[in-house]
């Protein structure tokens, strides 16, 4: 299986705040990942597929990039409503792998 | 409104069996594949498995369930299944079932459940 590894696992960050969240993974994925948001108690949310592409509803502050083996997540201008945790996930292979979250915290 | 809501979960001791559904609405079901996801207490994601849209004929699982778990599909009831057998402690979990976003085999999930707990203990 594709192992997904995220980093950091956590961390603090103010409201205005520019913030990246980076994904590995073990062997090459080409474009094939997308981005969860997930607040506590909810199920996760879409934010981005095909490594960069916005999925609809979702605010243009996220935005997506990489390919082969690493990615990124960044939320350009953090708002409130952004503390959360986030993964990312590989559909390249079966058994789809998703990282282990990135826990974004108020500082 | 595009909606699933899953149903199913509970209490069950080890090596006995629970089956989840998910009633879906607000779209048409037969189109997409539909996927289980789960989700231990404090802990991260797991894909479990995926089904294919219209027949149901493919079907994927982590290696993890693979043998104990069984996912399948009825259309005519726009409804998913997970059948679970041999449950372990380790299957303890919230289990989400999903909506593929397009036309793809367990891409990736664009509508989520609300989830239902199963709890594997003696």
């Known amino acids: 299986a594709i192992r997904m590894t995220q980093s950091p696992s956590s961390f603090s960050a103010s409201t205005g705040d520019r913030v990246t969240i980076t994904c590995r993974a073990s062997?090459?994925?080409?474009?094939?990942l997308a981005w969860y948001q997930q607040k506590p108690g909810k199920a996760p949310e879409l934010l981005i597929y095909a490594a960069s592409t916005l999925q609809s509803g979702v605010p243009s502050r996220f935005s997506g990039s990489g390919s082969g083996t690493d990615f990124t997540l960044t939320i350009s201008c953090l708002q409130s409503e952004d503390f959360a945790t986030y993964y990312c996930q590989q559909y390249n292979t079966y058994p789809r792998t998703f990282g282990q979250g990135t826990k974004v915290e108020i500082k | 409104e595009v909606q699933l809501l899953e149903s199913g979960g509970g209490l069950v001791q080890p090596g006995g069996s629970l089956r989840l559904s998910c009633a879906a609405s607000g779209f048409t079901f037969s189109s997409y594949a539909m996927n289980w996801v789960r989700q231990a207490p404090g802990k991260g994601l797991e894909w479990v498995s995926v089904i294919s849209g219209s027949g149901g004929g493919s079907t994927y699982h982590a290696d993890s369930v693979k043998g104990r778990f069984t996912i399948s599909r009825d259309n005519s009831k726009n409804t998913l299944y997970l059948q679970m057998n041999s449950l372990r402690a380790e299957d303890t979990a919230v289990y989400y079932c999903a909506k593929d976003r397009s036309n793809g085999l367990g891409y990736t999930f664009d509508i989520w459940g609300q989830g239902t707990m199963v709890t594997v203990s003696s």
């Open positions: 062997q090459g994925i080409s474009s094939y």
